[in-house]
């Protein structure tokens, strides 16, 4: 059921999957030609509205189209082709999945009429991604191609957002028929949840005021919901201390006092034990993932729990809460503070108090703490300075493994939208795409890209795309030899038996950037380093590629071993 | 707890596999699932019978609604409902004596016999899963060649309905 405007005369589908992309707004699409494609290559090719980014590997595009997602408030959009294309696509559309990312991946297909007689390049797209998507679709009339990437766009970015795919035979894209495409769409079986239930929220402000210990935990999703002023002005309003979750950092400043860092198992002293002593603990877009909780038996086990989500099912998935209110997190803490006002009742403030003077006697523990006089680089260090040398205001993206964690732990963000990881799925690799689609979405600001020398090879040939479109990134390799987080849980819980977390053979970094067209640095004393950062960041429409030789035996701090509780952290 | 769950969802291919992919991939128990157009063409309705605990049958519930094509779902066992489940049985009957005993039975269990040759019978028969096992029971002197089962379908009582 759906109104549409603006009819004309028959179109090929190759015409209809480009005017659709226009009349969505589409600026940018990430892909990669091939067989199956190739009309709409044709057709895309014959307008200028929609641009395209040539990707080395269909996984670059998938990634550097989360990147732009995540970084901006539109949806990224990716194109590969059939077979290998699709298969390529899929750590992408998987990473997308976990953390939640808005993104329609179309793919290519062979004939409708081949379809299930093992053509070449064919694979069953729709059941390969079927679990990993939070929809997909196989069009097999020209005629439902408009309407289903109109429903394709509709579903990835409202509700929990998610990528969808849609594929699209390639006879489908020869066919003609009358474009017409809907102005909105309406769909019987999807109605993405909106407004808190009025009830449940006054039920919320009772039991958060009458908290005598209590804690904000935030995460992804109050930057996927755009919930970060709402966020601000209501822990500002309660006075409240508030933790984010690695998906989380930004929505609140971390400049701000009231924040006590990240949490979970690489979160800080702080945050995790204010977690375990809470008596009210207030969720808001956060899934309460295993990272966080440490053992479930052990998790806030003083607190009641009030859980804000717009996805039902992430409320009492893992940890049974008190008060749940499903709803987007702007409009519900929007309401919270309306009903906080109305409620007139104000925090304890004795209790408040006595409150941060315990959180300030933990915090006391200074539990970032790192050997600032070693001779060798300590990567923190480089975290930190790029940090200050970049006033906070960078667009970071990383990779996976320690130099996540010191990127999500001293690079302090203000501002929401400005750290780019992959947290749900974990994807080595994500760095350097994440951060191409990151610059084209903000081509004058600066994008850094914390990596390590194990997960930078993972997608190491987007270096080619960035020399092509001239995307000034500047890549911290925080480079230790080894896989580092894999290193640390050997040291930790393996006896230091370093089976494979060893990279032997690496290339040299300087002379690889210089091969594919850019700058490359290496640095391997801490004096160095600040100097080193300057020049990069001076050179302002230059990828450059700093190659830091840092302390192979560093580890990241605080840690939750695996099965303790929150307050059992191994510290430094 | 054994929970009968029916859901309306799209009549469009792939659904199934939505449905059957989530309990598979999430790990939770499936008993029976049928599945059938409605008397709208563009529905189709399923009745999935699964058991877990109250938390996790709150979770099938919810990632079953997350599905994009599921339009509505009802958790039977919150109502007074009715279930049935058919069973098709093919058994030998060449002994003699044979004959008259099975159809005897067959009719204790109000069972039709729909199909006869000089060697068998097919019986049919609808009730309770509870009730097919006590005839398969009843059966076993018998050679029983084949039993087709259809899985659990289920309705509520009364006013209770779900429909769109």
């Keep these: 059921m759906s109104e549409t405007s603006a009819s004309s005369t028959a ?83 998987a990473d997308a999945y976990m953390d939640s990312v808005p993104l329609v991946v179309f793919t290519g297909q062979v004939p409708t009429s081949m379809i299930g007689n093992d053509a070449f390049q064919e694979v069953d797209t729709v059941g390969i991604t ?123 400043p971390a400049s701000d006092d009231q924040f006590l860092g990240m949490l979970g198992m690489h979160g800080t002293y702080e945050a995790n034990m204010a977690m375990h002593h809470a008596d009210v603990l207030i969720a808001i877009g956060a899934r309460f993932d295993d990272r966080v909780t440490g053992n479930i038996e052990k998790f806030c086990p003083h607190a009641k729990i009030v859980h804000v989500d717009v996805d039902p099912a992430s409320i009492s998935k893992n940890v049974k809460v008190d008060v749940p209110i499903v709803g987007e997190v702007e409009p519900v803490l929007r309401e919270l503070i309306r009903a906080l006002e109305e409620n007139g009742g104000q925090p304890d403030a004795d209790a408040l108090k006595a409150w941060w003077d315990q959180i300030r006697e933990w915090r006391g523990q200074d539990c970032l703490k790192y050997d600032r006089d070693s001779e060798l680089i300590k990567p923190q260090y480089v975290v930190q300075k790029f940090w200050e040398l970049t006033g906070g205001d960078a ?79 500047k890549i911290l390799n925080l480079n230790n030899r080894y896989l580092g987080m894999v290193r640390q849980w050997q040291e930790f819980f393996y006896q230091g038996r370093y089976a494979m977390s060893y990279m032997d053979a690496l290339p040299d970094f300087v002379k690889l950037a210089e091969a594919y067209g850019h700058v490359g640095m290496r640095i391997d004393k801490p004096a160095d380093v600040e100097g080193a950062l300057k020049e990069a960041l001076a050179q302002k429409d230059r990828l450059v590629f700093l190659d830091f030789i840092t302390d192979q035996s560093e580890n990241v701090y605080p840690m939750i071993p695996a099965g303790a509780g929150q307050n059992e952290m191994i510290l430094v | 707890m054994r929970h009968i769950i029916s859901v309306l969802l799209e009549n469009e291919s792939g659904a199934l596999s939505r449905v059957a992919g989530l309990f598979s991939a999430r790990g939770y128990n499936i008993e029976s699932l049928t599945v059938a157009p409605t008397d709208d063409p563009t529905l189709a309705r399923m009745t999935i019978v699964t058991s877990g605990s109250e938390e996790i049958v709150e979770q099938i519930t919810k990632q079953l609604n997350k599905l994009i094509d599921v339009i509505k779902l009802l958790d039977l066992t919150s109502y007074p409902h009715i279930e049935r489940e058919m069973a098709m049985i093919k058994v030998s009957v ?31 028969i609808t009730g309770e899963g509870s009730k097919l096992d006590a005839f398969l029971e009843a059966l076993e002197p018998f050679p029983v060649q084949e039993v087709v089962r259809s899985g659990v379908m289920g309705i509520a009582r009364g006013d209770v309905a779900l429909q769109i």
Aim: net charge neutral.
């Design chain 1, 130 to 252: 079927r679990p990993c998507v939070k929809h997909n679709f196989l069009v097999k009339d020209v005629k439902d191609l408009a309407t289903t990437i109109k429903k394709a766009f509709y579903i990835a970015t409202t509700g929990r957002p998610g990528p969808v795919v849609v594929d699209i035979p390639k006879d489908v894209t020869a066919d003609s028929c009358e474009f017409e495409y809907p102005e909105s769409i309406h769909m019987r079986s999807y109605n993405p949840k909106v407004r808190g239930h009025t009830g449940q929220i006054r039920r919320a402000v009772e039991l958060i005021l009458s908290a005598k210990q209590p804690m904000i935990y935030t995460g992804g999703g109050v930057v996927l919901g755009r919930g970060s002023e709402a966020l601000t002005e209501f822990t500002r309003k309660l006075g409240y201390p508030i933790t984010n979750t690695l998906m989380g950092l930004g929505a609140y």
């Design chain 1, 395 to 473: 667009f970071v993206t990383s990779d996976v493994g320690q130099h996540q964690m010191w990127a999500a732990q001293f690079y302090g963000f203000d501002k929401p939208n400005r750290w780019i990881n992959s947290g749900g799925l974990g994807t080595m690799g994500v760095g350097l795409p994440f951060a191409m689609g990151v610059q084209f979405a903000h081509p004058d600001a600066t994008v850094g890209c914390i990596t390590g020398e194990a997960s930078i090879q993972m997608c190491m040939q987007e270096l080619s795309t960035c020399y092509q479109y001239q995307l000034p990134l």
């Design chain 2, 94 to 124: 060449d002994e003699p004596g044979d004959r008259e005993e099975v159809k005897r039975l067959a009719d204790i269990f109000r069972g039709r016999i729909i199909d006869v040759t000089r060697k068998t019978y097919v019986i049919e």
């Design chain 1, 11 to 93: 179109i090929t589908g190759a015409e209809i999957f480009v005017r659709s992309l226009q009349a969505e707004g589409v600026d940018l699409v990430f892909g990669y030609p091939g067989g199956a494609v190739l009309h709409i290559y044709d057709a895309l090719y014959q307008q200028s509205e929609v641009s395209h980014v040539l990707v080395r590997h269909e996984q670059g595009a998938v990634h550097a189209a989360e990147g732009y997602a995540k970084s901006s408030d539109r949806p990224g959009v990716a194109l590969v082709t059939s077979g290998p294309g699709a298969t390529n696509a899929i750590t992408g559309i």
